[in-house]
């Protein structure tokens, strides 16, 4: 097959069935779906990233409607880059309030919208929301998607069904990675598959961008899991284990040339921390206590890098921080 555009939408789920790992959502949307007169609820999907929360609602509106019947009857907006209280009393309302044909053959006399990445609204626009749910809820159907449902407030939150993503266990995703490579003519060795998919973190959406990117940049065409690492930004062993040897040695000064090497290297502050953090989680020598406390301060310096802190610093705050645990 064609290289051509992104992996991830060339094998995105046509129908709920097709959906991976996540049977309870499924099981109920396929209850609404055979039910002897079809009333689907406003929903709220929520669960980490890649899981198949967009995919899900994607399909259930094709299965609704049909492929040409998506057109007029669904709306998928980006709630993180369309956020602000114009856009909802605007675009959105603009679109509920409009009513489209009863005609059964058409499918439900109700419209989709769906608000990815909900949990980026402003409490303004989530307010602004709930009143159009309540207004124009006959005609028009809303499917909120957030990786946090605690940002999303609670009047609009109760006006939903939640169903929950879990992270897509690992043997789902090797079975999907083996199907795309098949499909792609892509040879591969099992060891890197199962790499790809723990390296993934049960983020399939993920572990399908890493292994086009395998395919555009391997020089021999194949799945290895060298490859996986130089593309997935892993931490080499060598290198972590020097860093682990200067922090339980407790030398400022080697410690610090360390984590100069690994900013040289151009390896991520929130990569070293994962995987710092796993081998705190697994290190016997260390009392539940101590890695309670470390994981605190990882925790918080994972935030002060989300909100754009300087990893350099950071790194070299954690790991001096925690030398005397």
Same mark, same amino acid.
């Given at each position: 097959?064609?290289?051509?555009?992104?992996?991830?939408?060339?094998?995105?789920?046509?129908?709920?069935?097709?959906?991976?790992?996540?049977?309870?959502?499924?099981?109920?949307?396929?209850?609404?779906? @055979?039910?002897?007169?079809?009333?689907?609820?406003?929903?709220?999907?929520?669960?980490?990233?890649?899981?198949? /929360?967009?995919?899900?609602?994607?399909?259930?509106?094709?299965?609704?409607?049909?492929?040409?019947?998506?057109?007029?009857?669904?709306?998928?907006?980006?709630?993180?880059?369309?956020?602000?209280?114009?856009?909802?009393?605007? /675009?959105? /309302?603009?679109?509920?309030?409009?009513?489209? @044909?009863?005609?059964?053959?058409?499918?439900?006399?109700?419209? &989709?919208?769906?608000?990815?990445?909900?949990?980026?609204?402003?409490?303004?626009?989530?307010?602004?929301?709930?009143?159009?749910?309540?207004?124009?809820? $006959?005609?028009?159907?809303?499917?909120?998607?957030?990786?946090?449902?605690?940002?999303?407030?609670?009047?609009?939150?109760?006006?939903?069904?939640? &169903?929950?993503? /879990?992270?897509?266990?690992?043997?789902?995703?090797?079975?999907?990675?083996?199907?795309?490579?098949?499909?792609?003519?892509?040879?591969?060795?099992?060891?890197?598959?199962?790499?790809?998919?723990?390296?993934?973190?049960?983020?399939?959406?993920?572990?399908?961008?890493?292994?086009? @990117?395998?395919?555009?940049?391997?020089?021999?065409?194949?799945?290895?899991?060298?490859?996986?690492?130089?593309?997935?930004?892993?931490?080499?062993?060598?290198?972590?284990?020097?860093?682990?040897?200067?922090?339980?040695?407790?030398?400022?000064?080697?410690?610090?040339?360390?984590?100069?090497?690994?900013?040289?290297?151009?390896?991520?502050?929130?990569?070293?921390?994962?995987?710092?953090?796993?081998?705190?989680?697994?290190?016997?020598?260390?009392?539940?206590?101590? $890695? @309670?406390?470390?994981?605190?301060?990882?925790?918080?310096?994972?935030?002060?890098?989300?909100?754009?802190?300087?990893?350099?610093?950071?790194?070299?705050?954690?790991?001096?921080?925690?030398?005397?645990?």
């Amino acid at each position: 097959m064609s290289d051509d555009g992104p992996w991830t939408e060339r094998y995105r789920p046509r129908s709920l069935a097709q959906v991976s790992a996540q049977e309870d959502a499924v099981a109920v949307l396929s209850r609404t779906l @055979s039910g002897q007169s079809l009333n689907l609820p406003h929903m709220l999907f929520y669960g980490p990233p890649g899981t198949g /929360k967009t995919s899900m609602i994607l399909a259930l509106a094709r299965e609704l409607y049909g492929p040409a019947g998506l057109k007029g009857r669904l709306l998928e907006l980006n709630a993180s880059d369309e956020r602000g209280i114009d856009v909802i009393r605007e /675009k959105v /309302k603009t679109f509920a309030k409009v009513a489209v @044909s009863a005609n059964p053959a058409a499918g439900p006399p109700f419209k &989709i919208i769906v608000l990815d990445e909900a949990d980026s609204m402003t409490a303004d626009a989530q307010s602004a929301l709930r009143r159009i749910m309540e207004n124009y809820s $006959k005609i028009t159907r809303f499917c909120l998607i957030c990786n946090y449902v605690s940002r999303i407030i609670d009047p609009l939150a109760s006006r939903c069904a939640k &169903i929950r993503f /879990k992270p897509i266990p690992m043997p789902s995703v090797i079975d999907r990675l083996e199907f795309i490579c098949t499909s792609e003519g892509l040879a591969f060795d099992p060891d890197a598959l199962e790499f790809l998919a723990s390296t993934s973190g049960g983020d399939l959406r993920r572990a399908i961008t890493l292994l086009q @990117s395998i395919r555009r940049t391997s020089l021999n065409a194949r799945v290895t899991k060298q490859a996986v690492a130089e593309i997935s930004g892993i931490i080499p062993d060598d290198v972590m284990d020097g860093v682990t040897r200067a922090w339980t040695s407790k030398d400022v000064e080697a410690l610090e040339a360390q984590v100069r090497s690994l900013v040289r290297m151009g390896h991520s502050a929130v990569q070293f921390i994962q995987q710092f953090s796993d081998r705190l989680a697994a290190d016997p020598h260390l009392a539940d206590r101590q $890695k @309670s406390r470390v994981a605190l301060m990882l925790g918080q310096t994972d935030r002060a890098l989300v909100d754009g802190a300087d990893e350099h610093l950071q790194m070299l705050k954690v790991l001096i921080s925690t030398m005397v645990y």
